[in-house]
């Protein structure tokens, strides 16, 4: 398959250009290290002359914190609903929006919506669409993992109140074979939450990446919310992970339930090993 891909200089969109390749498709990438900068592409004729030739689109950008020029209504809700109408007008059938878990009628934050009214106009549309909203990814090149890895080897690990706030954590590699099936899957039309089968608290989930890391156990240190929020105002002009939305967000958790992915997939999505922080490729396959 001919596939266009926005988004291919992120952590999602680089591994799944790299895997599809690997299965012989050919990429057609969209990023400003391609030329194309994203947020000027806002209306079908931008998109149309790329369209030529493609047999599906995957929309891989996304941004965790607004910075300078990047905003979420555009690279998030404007440029992507300008290229499905412009799948739709081209005849580009297969389309899958790579959303978040969390952007559904729940959504409270601005990252959310804006996803949330993507994936709306997406829906809306008559293709052969898939919505497919992942739980926090990890993995090597995962700009939230790494910034998780690094509090997880602090001598005491930093947590905010009481450290449970509720993760799915889901390994890449179920990320890319949930790609993979659903460009091919003749049962398109399908919303998927991409999550791992196990519910884990925040705190716990940094020991898990210590032991990652071969680390024992460490002490908690528990920060009041208000305290994280205050770090988090000025935190965010040095790393836009830093945000006092994104620490909202954290503090609500987020799950769902995995089965209908098992299902899709064929088998269960990956427990957390401590050999998967440091693989992208795909584990031995475990029986559904």
Not at 197 to 222: C, K, N, V, Y
Not at 261 to 283: I, K, M, N
Request: hydrophobic share 45%; charged share 15%; aromatic share 8%.
């Amino acid at each position: 398959m001919n596939i266009l891909i926005t988004g291919v200089s992120g952590f999602i969109g680089r591994t799944l250009a790299t895997a599809l390749s690997a299965a012989g498709h050919q990429i057609k990438p969209v990023c400003r290290s391609e030329g194309v900068d994203f947020k000027q592409m806002l209306s079908v004729e931008h998109w149309l002359p790329r369209l030529k030739d493609v047999d599906a689109v995957i929309n891989c950008v996304g941004i965790i914190g607004e910075r300078g020029t990047q905003r979420f209504a555009v690279l998030h809700t404007q440029a992507p609903s300008a290229l499905f109408h412009a799948c739709a007008q081209a005849g580009v059938r297969r389309v899958l929006q790579i959303s978040a878990l969390g952007a559904d009628e729940s959504a409270f934050s601005a990252y959310h919506l804006s996803k949330r009214s993507a994936d709306d106009c997406l829906r809306s549309l008559d293709l052969d669409w898939f919505v497919l909203r992942p739980s926090l990814i990890y993995g090597p090149g995962g700009k939230s993992a790494e910034l998780f890895m690094r509090l997880a080897t602090l001598p005491w690990i930093p947590v905010i109140g009481d450290g449970q706030q509720a993760l799915q954590p889901v390994h890449i590699s179920d990320v890319v074979l949930t790609v993979m099936k659903s460009l091919t899957s003749p049962e398109a039309k399908q919303t998927l939450d991409i999550v791992g089968p196990d519910t884990i608290a925040f705190a716990e989930w940094l020991q898990t990446m210590r032991a990652a890391h071969g680390l024992s156990r460490t002490r908690i240190a528990h920060i009041p919310l208000w305290i994280a929020m205050a770090a988090a105002y000025v935190g965010r002009y040095f790393n836009p992970m830093l945000q006092p939305e994104n620490l909202r967000m954290l503090q609500r958790g987020y799950w769902a339930d995995f089965t209908p992915l098992a299902r899709f997939l064929g088998r269960l999505p990956h427990t957390a090993t401590a050999a998967l922080f440091f693989s992208q490729s795909e584990p031995t396959r475990r029986a559904s």
